[in-house]
């Protein structure tokens, strides 16, 4: 289901903004005296809400795309430098002049982040934001991905652009994109009712090599939302965000279905969808498992699995194979 880049004529959501504004965001009070003018953007879902928003002539420059942009904003993307398909250096960021940055993940804006810190944009008078469903995440040294102690929804992506579209002075299309995600979502939730069975899920995000241990989404993050919105559970028992689990150990979960990422970002060779089912359908051992066995395996783009748009996606792509596969309406 493709989201229109265009919006539809309606009555006005919400007034303009007034300046100056000031808004809570991860525990900052960020201030901002008028619509930024050159942002940046680190991370693919600031990107593309922005670029959803309407606001490519306001950007300046893009990083870290582990996933090809939405096929819809390709004409608005070709438009904004990219930086970095990966982690880009402050003194790319700053090579841009920029007034504004947001970024999706605490290791592109962070206590530990290689880029920088938010207080570093600060120091030099340069508006920050960071995504909201970061904030929730329970940050320690060990793991910058950190951990849930309940499952995510969609409400604080929904804030993310509400409140980009009050820092861009775009309130109306703001609200008219969280009501056409809030209406695909309601879809999915009345497509599957009460009839589905409840299917165990694992979700495969990449590995650095068959013999290394799995990146999985975590049973809180957006992969449990997305097995919770298909009338099911995630199979990784684990409240990490982004657990490292071993063959053995997602051969004891036996998942019924197997969702495998497809990463565009070409760092590993299990990045690639059809490399993964390759291993899954080869590999002694693990082509026993039941979902594998039985077909149960479905592909589904890997920047779902982080809190973003884009789970509303992979959520929407995941239910159309399951009815394929008849493990669903």
Known sequence: ??????????????????????????????????????????G????????????????VGT?????????????ANSTVKLLSVETPSLETVLAQNPDFVAAQLPILMGPDSKVAKREDFEKLGIGNYLAP?????????KDAYGSRDYLWNMDLVYQEIDELSQIFDVQNRGQELIEQFKAREAALRAKVGTDNADL??????????????????????????????LGGHNAIDTEAEWPTVSWEGIMAA?????????????RWD?????????????????????????????VMQGAAMNPTIRTIYGAEEVADQLGKLGLAK
């Open 254 to 266: 036996n998942p019924d279905v197997i969702v495998v990422g497809a990463v565009d970002r070409n």
């Open 200 to 229: 165990s899920y694992v979700f495969w995000f990449s590995s650095p090599s068959p013999a290394d241990d799995a990146y999985l989404g975590g049973k809180n993050g957006a992969s449990g939302f997305i097995a919770d919105l």
């Open 133 to 141: 469903s970061i904030c929730a995440v329970t940050l320690d040294t």
């Open 1 to 42: 289901m493709a989201l229109s880049v265009g919006f539809l004529s309606s009555p006005a959501f919400a007034a303009a903004t007034q300046y100056p504004l000031t808004l809570d965001n991860c525990g900052v009070k960020v201030t901002f005296t008028k619509a930024p003018e050159r942002a940046v953007a680190l």
């Open 270 to 298: 299990l990045d690639k969808a059809e490399n993964k089912i390759a291993f899954l359908k080869s590999d002694p051992a693990v082509s026993q498992l039941d979902a594998v066995k039985n077909g149960h395996i479905v």
């Open 63 to 75: 990083a870290f795309w582990p996933t090809k942009i939405l096929p819809e904003l390709e004409e």
């Open 44 to 59: 693919q879902n600031s990107a593309e809400i922005m670029l959803l928003l309407g606001l490519a002539d306001k950007m």
